[in-house]
Every structure is written in structure tokens, then in C-alpha cells.
């Protein structure tokens, strides 16, 4: 009776168990595939928070938009339906207006400038915004600095992209400053751009060269020219809800895990620039790399002085300043 009584006990307690680990799981998600900067970056993250909690909680992860595109993610994790994703900054000023500023063009020298502003200070503070917004931001990841594709033509100079109807993110910076180059913008989820681009809907895009080798539109674009228009930054996003549950010894966990998975997507990101063009060369597009930027920053005067009322001019030289 005693063994059987032990097993009985042995057996209800694994069964508790299991049912604690059930509710210990949480989604992550990104609109890229796995084999990406965004991959590399939630991978790590599932990796870290697992063996920092001892195995108690565990994050799944998904891919390629299997959850939604970005936008999507975002108001899943806003409304608790979904604890965490990792995004480009694209739709997050819908969400969170303040960060709005990070996404105007050639606001960044490069990108240890750009590191060095999100990981100090501004960047710490403008985390602070997304707490009442229903979210809790873990930490700054990267998405990379942008460059052009099209089918139709070389882009060499701003008066290259008038009239190109391009897919752009649905971020009111971004659509604004293209409109400012000439370009038809046509704000659209990514999980539809590979789509629209082969039916010819739009004429090209505007991504890192991470984005556009994990996209694998080398396939339906010739045309790339490294205008370095944006640094596109990202951010591991979690429902605010979620994260106040956590016991403080977890809360630090999951924000020293997502530490750890910025560093393993940003040395992804600095690889796929070092190899991006001779590959996307390799498979047939036409790359140009030595882009005038000044021509391209020259044509944004108009947009820039709108840039300059709406967010402030001492705000944004603050940024640009930043050593």
C-alpha cells in the first residue's frame, strides 16, 4: 500500500508538473524566416531565457509571418493574445509615436553610431515609452541600414527613383521622406512584398541586405543600389501584463537574455553586410555601391525642415550629435 501510495504521489506530481511547464510556455515571432539576423536574434533569445529559468519557461518560436506580419505581432502582444516579438521599427510609431524619430533617413552616421545611441541614454528612454502602451521593451535589436531595389532601372541619383512605385513600411516617416524623393509609395506587410513584387503590383522595395538575402528577392528584383537611406532599428517587444508576472529574478532573466540575443543578431547583421553584395551579385542582380548620399540627402531638404517642427530640432540633433 505504501509503494503504491508513493507512486500515486510520484504520478500526480509529475502530472502537476507538467501542467506548471504548460503554462510556462510562451510565442515569439518574427515576419522573416529562421535563416536571417531575426532568427539568429529569436533563437538566441528562446536559448537564454530557457536555460536562465532553469527549463520553467520556455519560448517558442515562429517564423516567416506564421503568426502575422509585423503589424499584426505587435497588436497581438499589445493585447496579451500573443507574450513576445521581434520587429523592425516599420509599424511601431502606430503604436508608439515617440519612437517615430529614430526612423528619419540619414539620421545616423553608421551603424556603431547608431548602436551607441540606442544602447545609451536616448535609447534607454525611448524603451520607457512603450510601458504604457501595453508593452514592455526588453531591449534595442537591429534590423540594419536600408538600401533600394527595383526591376525597372539603375538608381544612381534621387531623380533615378521618381515615379517608381515602391513598397514601403507602414510607417508614416518612411512614406513621407520617399513622397519627398518622388517615389509611389505603397505602405504593405512584408509577408505580401515577395508576392507583390513578382506580379509587378509595385516596382521594387527598400530593406537591409540581411532582409533582402533572407527574402530572397534577388529573385524578382535586378536592380539594387546601397543609398544607406535609413538604419532600421528592431525591438524585442513583450506584453507588459506578461512581464509584471514574472518574479523579479525572471524579469532581470528574460532582460539579460534579450542583451544576449541582440548581440548574437547584430554580429548576424554585420555578417550579411560583409558578404551581401558579392552574393546578391552572384545571383544576378546588378549592385551599385557608390551611391552620392549627398545628392539623396540634398533632395530631402523639404522633408527634413518638416522633420525638424514635428519632432524638434534639438531633439533630433541631439541624435545626430550623439558620441
Request: charged share 25%.
Amino acid at each position: 500500500m505504501k509503494l503504491t501510495r508513493t507512486l500515486t504521489a510520484l504520478a500526480i506530481g509529475l502530472v502537476l508538473s507538467g501542467a506548471g511547464w504548460a503554462q510556462q510556455t510562451m510565442r515569439i515571432s518574427i515576419s522573416v524566416g529562421q535563416n536571417s539576423h531575426q532568427g539568429v536574434g529569436i533563437d538566441t533569445f528562446a536559448r537564454e531565457v530557457e536555460r536562465r529559468t532553469s527549463g520553467r519557461i520556455k519560448v517558442q518560436t515562429f517564423y516567416s509571418g506564421s503568426l502575422g506580419g509585423e503589424r499584426e505581432s505587435i497588436e497581438a502582444v499589445q493585447l496579451g493574445t500573443q507574450e513576445l516579438t521581434l520587429t523592425s521599427t516599420g509599424p511601431v510609431p502606430n503604436f508608439v509615436p515617440e519612437a517615430r524619430i529614430l526612423d528619419i533617413p540619414f539620421l545616423f552616421r553608421d551603424k556603431p553610431h547608431a548602436r551607441a545611441v540606442l544602447d545609451g541614454p536616448i535609447g534607454q528612454e525611448m524603451l520607457g515609452h512603450f510601458d504604457g502602451k501595453g508593452f514592455k521593451a526588453l531591449a534595442w535589436a537591429e534590423n540594419g541600414i536600408r538600401h533600394m531595389t527595383n526591376s525597372k532601372r539603375a538608381v544612381n541619383a534621387p531623380d533615378d527613383l521618381k515615379g517608381l512605385k515602391m513598397r514601403t513600411m507602414e510607417n508614416p516617416v518612411h512614406v513621407a521622406a520617399y513622397k519627398g524623393f518622388g517615389i509611389v509609395t505603397t505602405p504593405m506587410a512584408f509577408p505580401e512584398v515577395f508576392t507583390a513584387l513578382q506580379q509587378g503590383t509595385v516596382d521594387g522595395q527598400e530593406n537591409p541586405l540581411s532582409v533582402i538575402m533572407a527574402a530572397k528577392f534577388d529573385q524578382v528584383q535586378k536592380h539594387l543600389s546601397l543609398t544607406g537611406h535609413v538604419y532600421s532599428p528592431a525591438i524585442f517587444l513583450m506584453n507588459k501584463a506578461a512581464f509584471d508576472k514574472l518574479s523579479a529574478a525572471d524579469k532581470t532573466a528574460f532582460i539579460e537574455a534579450a542583451k544576449e540575443a541582440v548581440k548574437a543578431n547584430r554580429a548576424r547583421v554585420d555578417e550579411d553586410d560583409s558578404k551581401g553584395v558579392a552574393e546578391l551579385r552572384s545571383k544576378g542582380m546588378s549592385v551599385i555601391e557608390n551611391v552620392d548620399k549627398s545628392r539623396f540627402v540634398s533632395a530631402l531638404a523639404p522633408v527634413n525642415a518638416e522633420f525638424e517642427k514635428q519632432f524638434g530640432k534639438a531633439n533630433i540633433d541631439r541624435i545626430r550629435n550623439f558620441r
